[in-house]
């Protein structure tokens, strides 16, 4: 017994010259649009319903006509052309960063005021990358950027302690400030003064999430001849902020947290002393040195529109 031939070694030309034959329903009309002899056209054609198992077919020496399998299939073959005459151009514009695929991570306090703008800008300018956004901590979306799960990442960092190894865009520095309950007696107060604050209770990110800025505040209290007293760690910082609104105790959070009015909490700057401030931390746009996806370009250029 002969071996029928592979389906999958059927080519897309072959699918071509079905369309066209089933439009014409003639080989010598067929033949000719398809700049190819008829007998090549029938053996094309014959190779083709061989790897199918199937007629598409039928044939005498009047006319040829769809068979019922033939006319199932033309609008699928159909599709399978116009998409694949599209190819080429989706290429293009994948190269020039018009169309694909792009993975940003972000750290949840870009979402708060940065984020928004920045993929408004660049959807509109962009719409046909699909954006995927991730929401992970600063610790995590370097262990992403490292396996390649994403392409880039808002982060949060030390001054002077970015990521080595990526290319980033600085986009923000600004202070730590204290959230505290709004019924605490030191809420009444503009500033606060470290002695005030330094045996109070803490709500305090993990070191892991961002050791450098851990150990500003751990400085901080020090140089006063304090401990911090963590009351709880907890990872984001809405999560941060909501646990000071249950009365768990203050919390270090980034200026732009402000923007979460989250009800019975205020925030409060604290008070310069001489050689004394509040720990600062910088927000950047990261990315894998030398990265070629082109949509990333697009991407990093959407935020100079704001």
Same mark, same amino acid.
């Given at each position: 017994? !002969?071996?029928?031939?592979?389906?999958?070694?059927?080519?897309?030309?072959?699918?071509?010259?079905?369309?066209?034959?089933?439009?014409?329903?003639?080989?010598?009309?067929?033949?000719?649009?398809?700049?190819?002899?008829?007998?090549?056209?029938?053996?094309?054609?014959?190779?083709?319903?061989?790897?199918?198992?199937?007629?598409?077919?039928?044939?005498?020496?009047?006319?040829?006509?769809?068979?019922?399998?033939?006319?199932?299939?033309?609008?699928?073959?159909?599709?399978?052309?116009?998409?694949?005459?599209?190819?080429?151009?989706?290429?293009?514009?994948?190269?020039?960063?018009?169309?694909?695929?792009?993975?940003?991570?972000?750290? !949840?306090?870009?979402?708060?005021?940065?984020?928004?703008?920045?993929?408004?800008?660049?959807?509109?300018?962009?719409?046909?990358?699909?954006?995927?956004?991730?929401?992970?901590? %600063?610790?995590?979306?370097?262990?992403?950027?490292?396996?390649? =799960?994403?392409?880039?990442?808002?982060?949060?960092?030390?001054?002077? !302690?970015?990521?080595?190894?990526?290319?980033?865009?600085?986009? %923000?520095?600004?202070?730590?400030?204290?959230?505290?309950?709004?019924?605490?007696?030191?809420?009444?107060?503009?500033? +606060? %003064? +470290?002695?005030?604050?330094?045996?109070?209770?803490?709500?305090?990110?993990?070191?892991?999430?961002?050791?450098?800025?851990?150990?500003?505040?751990?400085?901080?209290?020090? !140089?006063?001849?304090?401990?911090?007293?963590?009351?709880? =760690?907890?990872?984001?910082?809405?999560?941060?902020?909501?646990?000071? %609104?249950?009365?768990?105790?203050?919390?270090?959070?980034?200026?732009?947290?402000?923007?979460?009015?989250?009800?019975?909490?205020?925030?409060?700057?604290?008070?310069?002393?001489?050689?004394?401030?509040?720990?600062?931390?910088?927000?950047?746009?990261?990315?894998?040195?030398?990265?070629?996806?082109?949509?990333?370009?697009?991407?990093?250029?959407?935020?100079?529109?704001?």
């Amino acid at each position: 017994m !002969s071996e029928r031939p592979n389906l999958q070694r059927s080519e897309w030309r072959q699918w071509r010259q079905f369309a066209v034959l089933a439009e014409e329903l003639h080989f010598g009309r067929a033949a000719a649009r398809l700049h190819m002899t008829q007998p090549a056209l029938t053996q094309a054609m014959a190779s083709l319903e061989g790897a199918l198992g199937v007629r598409l077919f039928d044939r005498n020496r009047r006319q040829v006509a769809l068979s019922a399998a033939g006319t199932a299939l033309l609008p699928e073959v159909r599709e399978l052309l116009r998409r694949a005459q599209a190819l080429p151009a989706l290429a293009r514009s994948a190269a020039q960063g018009e169309s694909g695929y792009l993975r940003v991570a972000f750290v !949840s306090t870009v979402g708060y005021g940065l984020l928004p703008g920045w993929v408004r800008n660049f959807r509109q300018r962009w719409p046909r990358v699909a954006l995927e956004l991730i929401e992970a901590t %600063s610790d995590v979306q370097r262990e992403l950027l490292q396996r390649g =799960e994403v392409d880039a990442g808002f982060l949060l960092h030390a001054p002077g !302690s970015a990521p080595a190894g990526l290319a980033r865009r600085a986009l %923000s520095s600004e202070p730590l400030v204290l959230a505290l309950p709004e019924q605490h007696p030191l809420a009444a107060r503009t500033r +606060l %003064s +470290l002695r005030a604050i330094a045996d109070e209770p803490l709500v305090l990110f993990p070191r892991r999430i961002l050791p450098e800025v851990f150990d500003a505040v751990l400085q901080l209290y020090r !140089s006063a001849g304090r401990e911090p007293v963590v009351a709880q =760690e907890a990872v984001q910082m809405q999560t941060i902020v909501n646990l000071v %609104s249950a009365g768990l105790g203050l919390a270090w959070v980034l200026h732009s947290v402000r923007q979460f009015q989250r009800p019975g909490v205020v925030y409060r700057p604290l008070a310069a002393t001489a050689g004394q401030g509040a720990p600062l931390c910088e927000t950047s746009l990261v990315w894998r040195e030398g990265d070629a996806n082109p949509a990333l370009q697009r991407f990093i250029e959407a935020g100079r529109a704001q």
